[in-house]
């Protein structure tokens, strides 16, 4: 009997949005409701599938950093962009190209008008991009990780991650239907509450906080992604000595080992 043919893998931005808190570095995380298909219950960063809007060619004048870039590249930054909007109410763009990011006054008047509008989906985005005059910080988000789903998952995705500042006047607001809570945490924090049982996270977010933690704050963790190469990162299925069937990331990616507890939390 043949094996089973892979599930393709649907295209998927995610942003690790980051801070310079009290005492050090801080990443923005929500909870994914515990009643949808994917990462149910678990405290990711914000992100979602590519949706065919996010390849409308009315954005185009209307996105920073498209230089060098082709159009797969851009959708991807978009669907980043408005992903975060959707699930933390964050919002990066601006309302002249060469301006800061939206202040917190202007991004409540956006948020007011076109929350519900955006949740039902299509081009509401879109839309709303273009009817208030923003211009989309696409040049504020740098490749961080790139990583796609086993062949072996019945559900796959081929995410690209993108690290960025978080907006200095903006307040994050889960969208309380994908995102039921929303959080600023230091890696380091998120991975021990994870290792007591206290919180839920997948093998990505797991294995990116433990990246994340190895810089003190924003400003070198954004120059350890520009310096770290770009690699394609599918993981394989391995065993330990116990028995127990654990994900297992290719050498030439280069992340920090995970205690046993944390891939106990992930183990088959």
Same mark, same amino acid.
């Given at each position: 009997?043949?094996?089973?043919?892979?599930?393709?893998?649907?295209?998927?931005?995610?942003?690790?949005?980051?801070?310079?808190?009290?005492?050090?570095?801080?990443?923005?995380?929500?909870?994914?409701? *515990?009643?949808?298909?994917?990462?149910?219950?678990?405290?990711?960063?914000?992100?979602?599938?590519?949706?065919?809007?996010?390849?409308?060619?009315?954005?185009?004048?209307?996105?920073?950093?498209?230089?060098?870039?082709?159009?797969?590249?851009?959708?991807?930054?978009?669907?980043?962009?408005?992903?975060?909007?959707?699930?933390?109410?964050?919002?990066?763009?601006?309302?002249?190209?060469?301006?800061?990011?939206?202040?917190?006054?202007?991004?409540?008047?956006?948020?007011?008008?076109?929350?519900?509008?955006?949740?039902?989906?299509?081009?509401?985005?879109?839309?709303?991009?273009?009817?208030?005059?923003?211009?989309?910080?696409?040049?504020?988000?740098?490749?961080?990780?790139?990583?796609?789903?086993?062949? *072996?998952?019945?559900?796959?995705?081929?995410?690209?991650?993108?690290?960025?500042?978080?907006?200095?006047?903006?307040?994050?607001? *889960?969208?309380?239907?994908?995102?039921?809570?929303?959080?600023?945490?230091?890696?380091?924090?998120?991975? @021990?509450?994870?290792? @007591?049982?206290?919180?839920?996270?997948?093998?990505?977010?797991?294995?990116?906080?433990?990246?994340?933690? @190895?810089?003190?704050?924003?400003?070198?963790?954004?120059?350890?992604?520009?310096?770290?190469?770009?690699?394609?990162?599918?993981?394989?299925?391995?065993?330990?000595?116990?028995?127990?069937?654990?994900?297992?990331?290719?050498?030439?990616?280069?992340?920090?080992?995970?205690?046993?507890?944390?891939?106990?939390?992930?183990?088959?």
């Amino acid at each position: 009997m043949p094996p089973p043919i892979p599930a393709v893998p649907a295209v998927a931005a995610t942003v690790v949005l980051v801070r310079d808190g009290d005492q050090g570095l801080e990443v923005l995380l929500v909870v994914r409701h *515990h009643e949808i298909d994917f990462a149910r219950g678990a405290a990711v960063f914000p992100g979602g599938k590519v949706a065919p809007a996010d390849r409308d060619p009315r954005l185009v004048p209307r996105i920073a950093g498209l230089a060098g870039l082709d159009a797969e590249q851009a959708a991807l930054r978009v669907a980043a962009i408005r992903e975060t909007f959707e699930e933390s109410g964050l919002l990066l763009a601006r309302e002249e190209p060469a301006r800061g990011l939206l202040g917190g006054e202007r991004l409540d008047a956006v948020h007011g008008r076109w929350k519900e509008a955006i949740a039902g989906g299509g081009l509401a985005f879109v839309d709303m991009v273009c009817e208030e005059a923003l211009y989309l910080a696409g040049d504020v988000l740098q490749p961080f990780a790139h990583w796609v789903t086993p062949e *072996h998952s019945p559900k796959r995705f081929d995410t690209h991650f993108f690290i960025a500042a978080a907006p200095i006047e903006q307040l994050a607001r *889960h969208d309380g239907y994908e995102a039921v809570d929303s959080f600023w945490i230091r890696p380091l924090d998120v991975l @021990q509450e994870c290792e @007591q049982r206290r919180r839920t996270l997948i093998f990505p977010t797991l294995s990116n906080l433990a990246l994340l933690a @190895q810089s003190a704050d924003v400003a070198s963790a954004i120059d350890a992604a520009r310096r770290r190469p770009a690699l394609r990162i599918q993981p394989t299925l391995g065993q330990r000595a116990d028995g127990k069937r654990i994900p297992v990331l290719p050498l030439e990616a280069a992340y920090p080992a995970l205690s046993d507890t944390l891939m106990d939390q992930v183990a088959r």
